[in-house]
């Protein structure tokens, strides 16, 4: 069983593959049943501990349109609320569905989950990775420039979904540098994952002003997540002067895995200009999840 709980479960053969299929399926009509519908009769369950509006509708959505189906499984949907194991979860739902896409807190619990299912499990967000989003934020990078041969920097905090960025711009050998503040930036255990592969190291500055001077596109994302609001002003506080706005920006593409909090991480005007391509990285959840679960699921 190939479980997806971050990037570097694929190898990098497997990562284009995603990609390459993704891009197919997004050139082709979702009613065309010849080239679509790859999951017939398929199910994939989906367990949140925590909301979500593009996880949600996109796996939804692209398990119907391969001819399968989803099933939303939110916090009080289940027995785990009531205290039955994660190991018991896993191995029940195993004997009903056919995968199994995971939004919980800790990722040691999407970890368990994966030892005990026969079915992969897919990770949909944990406190230390996305890997989702990393194969939408490739997929929409890869079609704007029609190439990796980019220089991106991230901007902001080293959370889960710049853990999963970073881990995904090695494999494919985009050059990226990642600015935060003293404190808050990724894991070195992920930084080390990062180096293993062949392309430039990560590099990693306390100064955004460096890591978008010759950058092609830049991204940013929510600095207090779900889950954080205790830390909410010590977190505003140590993030002064990491704002994505116009006085940062040149020319650069912008990302965002969404929501943004505008004002915040980034300002109106970034997210609504021509260089945003928010909207894209949005609609391409949808097509590199559907490539994914094809992959896993098939
Ligand atoms: N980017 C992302 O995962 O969005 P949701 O939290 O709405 O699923």
Request: glycine share 6%; hydrophobic share 40%.
């Amino acid at each position: 069983t190939q479980h997806f709980l971050d990037v570097d479960d694929l190898s990098r053969e497997e990562l284009d593959d995603v990609l390459d299929d993704a891009e197919a399926l997004k050139s082709q009509e979702t009613g065309d049943d010849d080239n679509h519908a790859l999951l017939p009769d398929k199910t994939l369950a989906m367990l949140f501990e925590k909301p979500s509006t593009r996880t949600r509708v996109s796996f939804e959505t692209g398990m119907t349109q391969l001819g399968g189906h989803a099933i939303f499984l939110g916090p009080d949907d289940t027995q785990l609320g009531r205290g039955e194991p994660l190991s018991d979860t896993a191995r029940t739902l195993s004997r009903y569905v056919d995968g199994i896409m995971v939004r919980v807190f800790n990722h040691a619990d999407a970890v368990e989950l994966a030892e005990y299912a026969s079915v992969p499990i897919v990770n949909g967000l944990t406190d230390d990775a996305h890997p989702c989003q990393a194969l939408a934020d490739l997929l929409t990078i890869r079609e704007h420039f029609d190439s990796f041969d980019v220089q991106a920097a991230w901007v902001g905090d080293g959370n889960n979904v710049a853990q999963s960025f970073v881990i995904g711009c090695a494999m494919v050998g985009i050059d990226l540098t990642v600015a935060h503040p003293e404190g808050y930036g990724i894991d070195d255990s992920v930084i080390d994952r990062a180096n293993q592969f062949d392309g430039p190291n990560v590099t990693v500055t306390n100064d955004p002003t460096k890591a978008v001077a010759d950058a092609d596109v830049v991204y940013t994302d929510v600095w207090v997540s779900m889950g954080q609001e205790k830390e909410r002003d010590e977190k505003l506080q140590a993030f002064e002067g990491f704002q994505v706005n116009e006085e940062l920006l040149d020319e650069q593409a912008v990302l965002h895995c969404l929501p943004a909090h505008r004002g915040e991480e980034i300002t109106g005007a970034v997210i609504e200009s021509d260089h945003a391509l928010v909207w894209d990285q949005a609609e391409n959840r949808l097509h590199a999840q559907k490539a994914l679960l094809t992959k896993l699921l098939s």
